[in-house]
């Protein structure tokens, strides 16, 4: 039988509508099976849509499964936001004021509440595995790739190849080669790859792109939460640990703002959010 369920669309990593990256939200679906689940985010056809549950850890505020159109993830980024949002905006009853505890395939994942409403997420660890096993330059259509430091595949659950470029305008002038693109994420066993640069006289430091394919396309996401959470991950690792901001969704005519900030050795990650959609649907 079919009923209303509260649903939320939410643009993630934005102060204003139609610039971030959007997350569908439904809430209360612990009766929804997992087929049920894929079904809806095959249907919103978004990047991600989220499904709120009833906590099994005394722990966490709630429990909540991601799924792609293609199949489910154990964490990622930008849903963590933009449920948290959806359920603040809905008046959740949190177990420590200012904080918010998630549980989700990878675990408990902690999201802290700014005094101006910005939301962020405590980057999970990630595995950092150098990578030079294919010819870069030629999948990404590119001689700008920055040889002085590493480009690591970082495993977080997800997994992507970060690669690092001599400028931000290295960064948007990617044209992968869609062939060679889809080969090297066969070789490395990565969702996507994330090339970033530095940026010269703006508000960000650095530029970045998160570029993967699907159903043999190739397309981008707008502003890629968990990737930039292995990018701080990967800057740790080479010995940075100073606050960052970053601008994402360029090549999209998107304005998506992120932030890093360090606190005992944890990289946040955060950003505004936005509710663009909310009412109900029918399942």
Not at 58 to 71: K, L, M, N
Not at 127 to 153: C, H, K, Q, W, Y
Not at 249 to 273: C, D, E, H, K, N
Request: charged share 20%; aromatic share 6%; with cysteine.
């Amino acid at each position: 039988m079919t009923q209303l369920r509260a649903f939320k669309q939410v643009d993630v990593f934005t102060s204003s509508p139609l610039n971030g990256n959007p997350l569908a939200v439904i809430m209360a679906a612990e009766d929804l099976s997992t087929e049920q689940m894929q079904a809806v985010a095959r249907w919103t056809h978004l990047s991600e849509t989220t499904f709120v549950l009833p906590a099994t850890n005394e722990a966490a505020d709630y429990r909540v499964r991601i799924f792609t159109p293609d199949g489910e993830l154990p964490f990622a980024g930008h849903p963590t936001l933009g449920t948290a949002h959806a359920l603040l905006e809905s008046g959740i009853s949190l177990k420590k004021p200012g904080q918010i505890v998630q549980q989700c395939e990878l675990g408990l994942v902690k999201v802290k509440i700014a005094d101006d409403g910005a939301l962020a997420f405590a980057a999970p660890e990630a595995t950092l595995t150098e990578f030079n096993e294919a010819p870069l330059g030629s999948a990404l259509n590119t001689d700008a790739i920055e040889t002085r430091l590493p480009v690591m595949i970082a495993d977080m659950g997800i997994r992507f190849l970060l690669v690092p470029m001599v400028s931000a305008e290295a960064v948007l002038a990617i044209k992968p080669n869609v062939t060679e693109f889809e080969r090297l994420l066969k070789k490395a066993r990565v969702t996507g790859v994330m090339p970033f640069g530095p940026l010269q006289g703006a508000a960000e430091q650095y530029e970045v792109r998160g570029l993967l394919m699907e159903h043999g396309s190739l397309c981008e996401d707008p502003v890629t939460g968990s990737a930039n959470a292995c990018l701080a991950r990967y800057l740790q690792a080479q010995g940075v640990e100073l606050d960052y901001r970053v601008r994402q969704g360029t090549a999209l005519q998107r304005a998506g703002r992120l932030s890093v900030s360090w606190a005992s050795g944890t990289a946040w990650i955060g950003g505004q959010t936005v509710t663009v959609i909310d009412g109900t649907i029918r399942l």
